[in-house]
């Protein structure tokens, strides 16, 4: 499989350099030059099928020749090393979890992955690879988590100083080994600042290979949709046809979801559902892309107001506005909304839902409203505890601490300051 530039000024390239690269060098992101289709065989035995064989077939036309067989088998058995379980919460309504990784939050999934890739790949040569991320919470844990012990692979993540919560800056400074944290004086932009300005930095580039590991690249972005596979295999015989609410911030993994329905999935709607950074849903309105400057919320992992994955989806529906607005519902909600939402599913179903999956389930119950007659799922994209005084003050009630996150209290964070891109160089060296 061969990926071509989105801003079509750039040679097309192997799964591999994709993957080294990030983006493409005339900045736009890349996207695979075929889809594969899988015949209907295909999806209507998954549910008697291996959940990891299954997702080795579709990972394999993506991946192609960069990664033999057995070395991507290795890579997905620790991908999806933990359930996405789908617990019905009643019959029209059912929620996929994706938090039972490492980190608690969904990313594990792509970063883990992505990892593998990396890690692979960095066995070919003798050059050192340096992953570079900046991260406003979620990111910098995956990415820490995913990469640790890779050999030939170090990580560096930038985190804005006071502005994440303490388990999230626990999962970036303890871990040790080949991660690095750079405490940054500033805030999240900040440190994305000092990322693109390394990345144009020739003289780091000298002795290493320097690479993001943000979700615009596609050994992050095309593992996600193994969820929605997933959640066909889990569903009831007989059950109507799905519509997956998906809550989304750069949408990466709607994206993904809407790509596993182009390769033939069957049935599925989906749902993008935002919080008050509300582009995407008052595009699907008037189709007029017009982001304003972002909005802080509750759901702060979607805190975005420009989403990078948005010109992946509509690549994916060639850009037929009609086709895609048949797959796609997008809507917004406030955060008064998120936490009525959350006080609904406890009282409703005994069920703690984070500000992320609350929103799924608003996105979800609109659309439900108006079209009954589907089996609804949302996507809850972090475990409760990450939000935890979110959560808690909503809830009033005190809630408890998973095992990945428990063993994380007693442990000394390491990090350096930095506040300027002389320091940041100088980490790197
Ligand atoms: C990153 C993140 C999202 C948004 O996912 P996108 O793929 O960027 O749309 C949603 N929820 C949580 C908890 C996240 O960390």
Known sequence: MMYYSLQQQAPEVSFKEAALRGIAPDRGLYFPKQIPRFSAEFWQDLPKKDFKESALELMHTFTGKSI?????RAILEKTLSFEFPLIPLEDSISVLELFHGPTMAFKDVGA????????????QTDRKTVVLVATSGDTGGAVARGFLNVPGVEVVILYPKDKVSDIQERQLTTLGANIRALRVQGTFDDCQALVKQAFQDPVLFENQALTSANSINVARWLPQMLYYVRA???LPPGASRPVFSVPSGNFGNLCAGLLASRMGMPGAHFIAATNSNDTIPRYMESRNYDPRPAIASLSNAMDVADPSNFVRILELFENDFPKLSDKLSAFSFSDAQTLKAI?????????IADPHGAVGYLGLLRYLREHPDHTGIFLETAHPIKFRETVETCLNRELELPLQIRGLLDREKVFSDISTYEELREALR
């Open 68 to 72: 033999p067989i057995p070395e991507l």
């Open 112 to 123: 883990t992955f992505m990892a593998g890739c990396l890690g692979y790949f960095s066995g």
């Open 343 to 351: 006080e609904t599913l406890f009282e409703s179903y005994s069920y």
């Open 232 to 234: 066909i295999q889990q």
